[in-house]
């Protein structure tokens, strides 16, 4: 197949409508230089060049999706605080549908501020609480789902733990997808893939494929046999570490 041919195919493909819920994060940089050690205590001082803010977590699958000319609707939490507006605004600017993005003024928007010294990361600070929503707004989530699902292709669980996708409201958003025939890709977390059940695809990385099966993976043989074990035991049709 030469290029022509295949860019003319690819222009017949209409642009996919991606649903996205998860946990938005939104994550800061900090670089500069680190030229002395501080005469306060044996740490780097850190001499600021530059601060940069970007979307993380389940904002940045959406903005990926985005950039591969995906139509992208986002369902998450952030905090009524100007750390969230600042994430939405960063959402907006990527074009994805941020309006089932949530304020829920219980928690913090979750935050990740990295310190950097050229390409050494030399300190991390993580603001987040993991605890379950309240019921009112684990109703807004659902809301949200729902109306946004009529018009879904696919549907991405963007789990980082972070309280989002608590188990009732990925049931939730599997029972909708699959009597709808959507597929749902699963990015998950946790030791547990039961709340993924449903699933048309989970895409653990090798870490979090041994946390979830209690046993390291050392070879090819032994992670296509994990991944068959983790579909199985999860009824999701299939895994991919």
């Known amino acids: ?15 996919p409508r991606v649903l996205v819920v998860g946990d ?3 994550d800061r940089y900090v670089a500069g230089d680190v030229e002395r050690i501080s005469p306060e205590a044996p740490i780097p001082v ?11 977590g389940a904002g940045n699958v959406a903005a990926n ?3 591969m000319d995906a139509e992208v609707s986002l369902v998450g939490l952030v905090g009524d605080d100007s750390w969230g507006r600042d994430l939405c605004a960063l959402l907006e600017e990527t074009g994805a549908d941020a309006s089932g993005v949530v304020v829920d ?23 987040e609480e993991e605890g379950a929503v309240s019921a009112e707004i684990a109703d807004r989530l659902r809301s949200h789902i729902e109306g946004l699902m009529e018009t879904a292709d696919a549907v991405v669980l963007s789990d980082y733990g972070k309280g989002a996708l608590s188990d009732e409201l990925c049931s939730y958003v599997l ?3 699959n009597e709808r025939g959507i597929p749902v890709v699963a990015d998950p977390k946790g030791s547990s893939y039961l709340k993924y059940k449903g699933a048309t695809l989970v895409s653990p990385n090798r870490k979090e494929a041994e946390l979830a099966l209690g046993k390291p993976l050392q070879s090819d043989e032994s992670i ?18």
């Open 24 to 26: 938005v994060i939104l």
């Open 224 to 241: 296509a046999a994990g991944a068959r074990e983790l579909s199985v035991a999860n009824g999701v049709e299939a895994v991919v570490i």
């Open 1 to 15: 197949m030469n290029s022509d041919h295949l860019l003319r195919l690819l222009d017949k493909l209409a642009s």
């Open 65 to 67: 999706l985005r950039s």
């Open 46 to 56: 850190l001499k600021v060049q530059r601060a940069e803010l970007r979307v993380g």
């Open 175 to 177: 029972r909708l997808a």
């Open 105 to 127: 003024s219980d928690r913090p928007t979750v935050r990740k501020t990295r310190f950097m010294s050229g390409v050494q990361q030399i300190l991390r600070v993580d603001w």
